[in-house]
């Protein structure tokens, strides 16, 4: 690493979990593209059109698993079976992993579900409702997109306790409330069960079939050779946790974004047809996924007159990259009218997010029905005790939304 690399605990450090965004103006203007040492060493990109360009330069590759095996470096020893997919992989290999889901995804396929996502969004809603108070993010925002995505692989309804609960000790890993040891045991731990418990699945539906995506990808695994067994269940584990983490996520912070703007919120409120717009400027204004999944070098590169020697870790800060004054105006203010605008918030290039439509659709349907079904919608602890997920944290989000209705 660069000798002038800044140590990330001054990065991530005070008021940084809370607001990143004047960091992220500083990076931007004085080093838009700096080496930052820490758990892991990596360049940070945060202009938006640096963004753009490194999300599609090739000499940036996502193929973790490469002879120096970097994917160890992100993921810990017991991440190999679950994150040998699309994700972490370059053309050919992406192209191969990502065509056998992508009709699945597909806008007019994803459309079809929209009267069970609506469903399962009522339900949730209707279990709040009579008590006048709810914690969203465990009443809502993370059950809605986990229900959806466990439905569509065909994982029983049974067992989405406890994948949930594996799934959130990768997702809130850092915050604090063990010692980092444990910590790091915990997410093995967790990692280790949900690769038995998936590889035992895929064992299972394939002695059974099944009319799922799981059921899709044994397919493609024994009838067509297109994918390993290996890659089954790897593709599933990024699906289930793709599927779920960033929607949660982004209902949290988009609803938080909402509370703290009554103006916006009202304006949301009486014009139900902003939504689609609104969603996207959410997204723009604190997307979940602050820093696009790392990069590595496969030779020296150069942007912004610094050079990325070849093997460092490159990350594309999506979320500064979005609050980049040069290409929106007046960025740190939410305006549910802005025009729809090219914001990274879903990514960019060959990676671009699978999941878009599902993403849009569970989010229209999750926020419209908070917003018709819960009058007088408020926080109901003070601002500052809004507890977030920590600072260094890949992920940008709450642990706890806690807000009162009108019963
Ligand atoms: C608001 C919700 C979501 C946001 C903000 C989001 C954001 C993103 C971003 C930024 C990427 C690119 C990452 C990179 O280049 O490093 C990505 C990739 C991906 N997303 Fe999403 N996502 C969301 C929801 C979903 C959903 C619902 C699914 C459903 C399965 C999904 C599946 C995926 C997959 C499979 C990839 C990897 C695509 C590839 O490597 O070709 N996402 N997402």
Known sequence: MSTDAVPGAEIYTGQFAADPYPTFARLRTDRPVCPVSGRFDQYLITRFDDARVALTDPRLSKDLYGPEAHYLRFFGPNSAGLNRNMLNSDPPEHTRLRRIVSQAFAPRRIEALRPRVARIVDDLIDKVLPHGRAELMHDFAIPLPMTVICELL???????????????????????????????????????????????????????????????????????????????????????????????????????????????????????????????????????????????????????????????????????????????????RLDVRRVRGPHLGFGHGVHYCLGVSLARMEAQLGLGALLRRLSGLRLAVPLAEVRRLPAASPFRGLLELPVTFTA
């Not at 990808?217 to 960033?246: K, P, R, Y």
């Not at 938080?256 to 723009?284: F, K, M």
């Open 154 to 332: 065909g994982i029983p309804a049974a067992d989405h306790g406890r994948v949930l609960d594996w799934t959130q000790v990768i997702r809130t890993s850092g915050s604090g409330e063990r010692p980092p040891e444990q910590e790091r045991a915990a997410v093995q731990d967790a990692q280790a069960r949900l690769y038995h418990y998936l590889t035992d699945l895929v064992r299972a539906k394939r002695a059974r079939p099944a009319d799922d995506m799981i059921g899709a990808l044994i397919d493609a695994c024994d009838q067509d050779g297109t994918l390993s067994g290996a890659e089954v269940v790897a593709t599933t584990f990024l699906l289930l946790f793709a599927g779920h983490q960033t929607t949660a996520d982004f209902l949290g912070n988009a609803v938080l974004a909402l509370l703290t703007h009554p103006e916006q919120l009202e304006l949301l409120r009486s014009t139900p047809r902003l939504l689609p717009s609104a969603i996207e400027e959410l997204l723009r204004f604190d997307g979940p996924l602050p820093v696009a999944s790392p990069r590595i070098a496969t030779e020296d590169v150069e942007y912004q007159g610094v050079t990325i020697p070849c093997g460092a870790a490159v990350g594309v800060v999506i979320n500064a990259a979005n609050h980049d004054p040069a290409h929106f105006t007046d960025p740190d």
